[in-house]
Structures are given as C-alpha cells and as structure tokens.
C-alpha cells in the first residue's frame, strides 16, 4: 500500500504563486510515478503533472505548461507542484496520485490517491 497525503493549499490572489506538496509513505516508492491532477466542482478529474520517482520525465497539462513545475526529493518521499501565475480557473482541489513505473495522463491508471488540498485563486 502507498498513503499520499497533500498539504498546502490555499487562497491566493490571480497572478500569484503557490506550492503544494504530496507527502508519500508505505512499500517502497522508488518504481512509482507520481501525478498531480484536479477537481473543481461540476467537473471530472483532471490532469495537471506526472514525474517518473526518479525524475527524468516530466509530462504536464497544456494549460498548465510553462506555469506550472511538478518535482520530486527522493530522500524526502515528497512530491511538489510549483504553480505560478495562477489564475481563477485553476481553482480546484488537487490530488496527488501513484502508480507503477510510466506516468500517465489518465486518471483510471493511478492506482492510489490522497484526500486532496484545496487550492482557490481569486480575480
């Protein structure tokens, strides 16, 4: 079993910038690849970032691409979405999710989940 548990949510102004971390702990980590996706009401799942444990690939959201930077500390177990120039639209909750090996963009092959972190931009 994998626990992912998020924290760092917060409200923050248009234009601004946030951190949201995933704190990873159970069977060993180091074959899973890490995704962070989101959720705002009335809307399915969606994808935001997905890293491999060891960090060589990177895949992101085109509408978070060039703001948004999902990283790794193996030492740590953690797992970060840096977002900046935030705008109303990325209001959400954000889960961070695990699965074995490649990172996806699909929510169904993520097989373990955190209970999510609420992130508000306000205009």
């Known amino acids: 079993q994998v626990q992912l548990v998020e924290s760092g949510g917060k409200l923050v102004q248009a234009g601004g910038s946030l951190r949201v971390s995933c704190a990873a702990s159970?069977?060993?980590?180091?074959?899973?690849?890490m995704g962070w996706f989101r959720q705002s009401p009335g809307n399915e799942r969606e994808f935001v970032a997905a890293?491999?444990?060891?960090?060589?690939?990177?895949i992101y959201a085109d509408s978070v691409k060039d703001r948004f930077t999902i990283s790794r500390d193996k030492a740590k177990d953690m797992v970060y979405l840096q977002m900046n120039s935030l705008k109303p639209e990325d209001t959400a909750v954000y889960y961070c999710?695990?699965?074995?090996?490649?990172?996806?963009?699909?929510?169904?092959?993520?097989?373990?989940w955190g209970q999510g972190t609420q992130v508000t931009v306000s205009s």
């Open positions: 999710a695990a699965r074995r090996v490649l990172p996806t963009r699909t929510a169904t092959d993520y097989n373990y």
């Open positions: 890293i491999t444990w060891g960090g060589a690939t990177k």
């Open positions: 159970g069977r060993t980590l180091s074959d899973y690849a």
